[in-house]
């Protein structure tokens, strides 16, 4: 079962890569509007990946226990279905 | 001789196989060394390219390539090239007296404190009114040029401070100092680009250098 941090650690893996495509774009495409793609496309991108990424160090606790009650949660589901007659 | 341009081509690409290594097996990130990986993936990489794109396309938008690279711009760039010592821009081009990737740069920027800044600013508005906005029938400087910009390179020299014309009268030179009289008057250096007159004028043809004296 997939935790809650390695989900945000994967979005935030997406959003800086696609971050990143927009600056290698903006470096080997070069008319003056280029700048506006890496200030809008790679900027932003790669800011909100940074930005998920600390939120999914700072909400380890919250996450942890949302993992811990999805898994008490299936503990308890199989518990239930092997006492059924 | 790996130039920035290249150094940040490869810490992009070793920022995407980072990311890429992240978002395929995140589970690595129990481990220590697996979190100071994510750490040095997902905020240390990611802000070393930003700011180095950010460098590498200021350092661009200085260049007279990309000055000229909008259509508007070409008449300007032909100046450059006008075979008159009388013209401004002309004669600093070719003599080398601006750096020619730099041309347009050196002279368009305000040498006072935010003066880079303020060049970039106004570029950036320029290049909005390129793609978005309506370009104007003619084309004018938003201020009167200041006389700033030639006496950063021309002041204390001797031609400028011992020069007969600049020495005719006694308070000339004061008054260009300070602004009161402008290079640019009419019967000094009035020849700047003089777009009006291209289809006249007889250009001169550029003998490429690679700097190396060849």
């Not at chain 2, 990130?29 to 905020?43: E, H, I, N, Y």
């Not at chain 2, 006496?151 to 400028?160: E, I, V, Y």
């Not at chain 2, 000094?188 to 490429?208: D, P, Q, Y």
Request: glycine residues 8%; hydrophobic residues 45%; aromatic residues 10%.
């Amino acid at each position: 079962m997939e935790k809650a941090i390695d989900r945000r650690l994967r979005r935030a893996g997406v959003l800086v890569l696609i971050g990143l495509g927009f600056e290698a774009a903006s470096l080997f495409w070069n008319p003056p509007f280029s700048f506006f793609l890496f200030i809008i496309g790679s900027g932003l991108f790669v800011v909100l990946g940074i930005l998920v990424f600390l939120y999914s160090l700072v909400s380890r606790g919250e996450s942890a226990a949302a993992d811990a009650d999805a898994a008490g949660e299936g503990l308890r589901q199989a518990q239930g279905a092997s006492l059924k007659p | 001789m790996i130039g920035p341009l290249s150094l940040l081509i490869a810490m992009i690409a070793v920022a995407a196989v980072l990311c890429l290594l992240l978002i395929f097996r995140p589970a690595i990130t129990v481990s220590r060394g697996g979190k100071m990986l994510a750490f040095v993936s997902l905020f240390v990489f990611p802000v070393l390219c930003l700011t180095m794109g950010a460098s590498e396309h200021m350092e661009y938008s200085k260049s007279t390539a990309f000055c000229l690279k909008c259509h508007v711009m070409e008449d300007y760039g032909k100046s450059l090239h006008i075979d008159d010592a009388s013209f401004l821009p002309a004669a600093h081009y070719q003599n080398n007296r601006v750096p020619r990737g730099q041309a347009c740069y050196t002279c368009h920027t305000d040498y006072t404190m935010f003066g880079t800044m303020s060049a970039k600013l106004r570029g950036l508005k320029h290049v909005y009114v390129q793609t978005l906005g309506k370009i104007p029938d003619k084309l004018a400087l938003y201020t009167p040029y200041n006389n700033r910009e030639c006496l950063h390179c021309h002041g204390g020299a001797r031609s400028f401070e011992e020069g007969a014309i600049h020495n005719l009268e006694p308070d000339r030179i004061a008054k260009i100092k300070s602004n009161e009289l402008s290079c640019l008057s009419s019967g000094c250096h009035e020849s700047v680009h003089n777009i009006a007159g291209l289809k006249e004028a007889k250009f001169w043809e550029e003998v490429k250098s690679n700097g190396e004296g060849n």
